[in-house]
C-alpha cells in the first residue's frame, strides 16, 4: 500500500499551493502563552503570561507591513484564556482581515461564543486528541472523542454563520483511527468543514543529531518538544496518513500542496477538497478547482483565500459550474446525477465543500538540514520579525532558531545510523 500511495502521489500532478512568506493567507498571532491542558506533542511551554493589547495592535502592524494575508489564527497557549480575547477579536475584524481562533474548547462558554461571534470572529479551530488528558476524557479513544467533536460543531452550528474545524496530532498509535475521523467528518460535513491531521514531531535529545545556537552546542531539553526516548514515533509522514485513509477510501484525493524548504517533493501541507451531503461524498475536486479559487481571489481581492464562510460552502452545487475546467468536479457531477436518479428527492438538499488537509511539521535530512513547510502560513511575530510558530519556543529561550548537525562519534565509537527524522 505505501509503494502504491508513494507513486499516486506525485507532487507534479498536484497544484502547488502560491503562498510565500510575504503573500499568504494567514498570519498567527499568539496573545498569550497561558493554556488549561497539558497536551503531549505541544510545541509551547505552559506560562502565566498574557500580552497587552499594544503588544497586539504591534505584531499586527509587523505583519501588516510584512505580509499580505486573509485571515488571523489566534493561538497561544489558549487564546480563550486572554482576558480581553473579545477585543482581540474585534481588533483584528476591525483591520478587515478574518479573526479564526484556535482553541481546545476548554474555557468557551456559550456566552463567549456570543460575545465573539458579536466581536467578528468568523471560526473556530478546536485543537481535539487524545493524548490531551481532557477532564471527563480521559484514556478515550479518537473515535470515542468525535462525541466531544460533534457537540463542539453544533454548538457553532447553532451560534450561525461561524466555520468549524477540528486539529488533531497524529501519533503512531492513532494513525489507525485517522480514516474513521475522515468518516465522522464526512458524515457531518454540514456542521464541519475543515478536518486536519498533525503528524507529532519531537527534539530528540539522545538521538542522530546535536544541536547548535550561534555555533555553539546547546542544550536542547528545556525546548517544549524535547524527547528523551520517544514512546511515539517522531517521523510519521503525510504520505503515511494518506495511505491510511485510502485503506478504507480508496478515491481519497488530495489536489494540492506545499513543498518543503530543502526538499521539494515533500508533501508538508497536503490539502483535499471534496463535495457531497451528510454521509454521501460524491467525490474530490482536482487541482484546477483549487488553482481557481486562490488565484481568483488574488486577482479579485489582492489576496489569497484561506476561509469561505459557511454559505458559500453550502454552495456546491455552484461550483459544478466549473466543471468544464476540471476532471474532478466532472466526475463529481456525474456522481450526483447518478444519485439524483435513485434518490430524485436529494435534489433539494445542499452540496456542501469540506477539506481534509494533512500536515507534516519540520523533518531533519541527515546531513542536518532542517526541511521546513515551504511558503508556510502559520508564521508569527517574535521581536518585530516573522518567525515559524512552530519554533518560536527556541527564539525564546536561545534567542533564535537551533541548527542541527549530525551526531559526531567519539574515538572508537560507531557512527549513529542517519535514519530518524525529528525536529530542531
Not at 489569497?304 to 476532471?327: I, N
Not at 436518479?341 to 477539506?355: E, T, Y
Request: proline share 6%; with cysteine.
Amino acid at each position: 500500500m505505501q509503494a502504491k500511495v508513494n507513486r499516486d502521489l506525485d507532487h507534479r500532478e498536484l497544484y502547488r499551493l502560491p503562498w510565500t512568506l510575504s503573500d499568504n493567507v494567514i498570519a498567527w498571532l499568539e496573545p498569550t502563552a497561558k493554556c488549561n491542558l497539558a497536551c503531549e506533542g505541544c510545541y509551547r511551554a505552559n506560562e502565566d503570561s498574557h500580552k497587552p493589547l499594544a503588544q497586539i495592535q504591534q505584531e499586527l502592524d509587523v505583519f501588516e507591513r510584512a505580509r499580505t494575508f486573509d485571515s488571523v489564527s489566534i493561538a497561544g497557549g489558549d487564546p480563550l484564556l486572554h482576558p480581553e480575547i473579545v477585543e482581540i477579536v474585534r481588533m483584528i475584524a476591525a483591520r478587515d482581515h478574518k479573526p479564526i481562533i484556535n482553541t481546545n474548547g476548554l474555557a468557551l462558554t456559550d456566552e463567549l461564543l456570543r460575545e465573539l461571534k458579536a466581536a467578528g470572529a468568523a471560526g473556530f479551530t478546536f485543537h481535539i486528541d487524545s493524548k490531551q488528558g481532557r477532564p471527563g476524557w480521559k484514556n478515550k479513544t479518537e473515535v470515542q472523542l468525535n462525541e466531544l467533536r460533534l457537540s463542539f460543531a453544533e454548538r457553532v452550528a447553532r451560534a450561525g454563520g461561524l466555520l468549524c474545524s477540528f486539529n488533531s496530532t497524529v501519533y503512531e498509535d492513532t494513525l489507525d483511527q485517522v480514516p474513521e475521523l475522515v468518516q465522522f467528518a464526512q458524515d457531518h460535513i454540514d456542521v464541519i468543514h475543515n478536518m486536519v491531521f498533525i503528524t507529532l514531531r519531537g527534539a530528540l535529545l539522545e538521538g542522530d543529531f546535536e544541536y547548535f545556537r550561534g555555533g555553539e552546542k546547546i542544550d536542547v531539553a528545556p525546548l517544549q518538544y524535547a524527547v528523551d526516548q520517544p514512546r511515539q514515533r517522531i517521523d510519521l509522514t503525510s504520505r503515511e496518513v494518506v495511505a491510511k485513509i485510502r485503506e478504507r477510501f480508496p478515491d481519497f484525493a488530495p489536489g494540492a500542496y506545499l513543498g518543503g524548504t530543502e526538499k521539494p517533493d515533500s508533501l508538508k501541507w497536503l490539502l483535499a477538497g471534496r463535495i457531497g451531503s451528510p454521509g454521501k461524498i460524491h467525490g474530490y475536486v482536482g487541482p484546477r478547482t483549487i488553482e481557481l479559487g486562490q488565484v481568483a481571489n488574488h486577482a479579485v481581492f489582492g489576496r489569497y483565500l484561506a476561509y469561505l464562510s459557511p454559505g458559500m460552502l453550502r454552495q456546491g452545487k455552484l461550483m459544478l459550474g466549473l466543471a468544464p475546467f476540471d476532471p474532478g468536479l466532472r466526475s463529481i457531477a456525474a456522481n450526483w446525477l447518478r444519485h439524483l436518479a435513485r434518490h430524485p428527492l436529494a435534489a433539494k438538499d445542499s452540496l456542501h465543500f469540506q477539506s481534509i488537509m494533512v500536515i507534516q511539521p519540520i523533518d531533519v535530512l541527515p546531513d542536518g538540514r532542517q526541511n521546513m513547510c515551504d511558503g508556510c502560513p502559520d508564521i508569527t511575530v517574535h521581536d518585530g520579525q516573522l518567525v515559524w510558530s512552530c519554533r518560536l519556543d527556541e527564539c525564546l529561550k536561545y534567542g533564535g532558531f537551533v541548527q542541527t548537525s549530525p551526531r559526531r562519534c567519539a574515538a572508537g565509537e560507531r557512527p549513529v545510523p542517519l535514519h530518524r527524522a525529528g525536529v530542531a
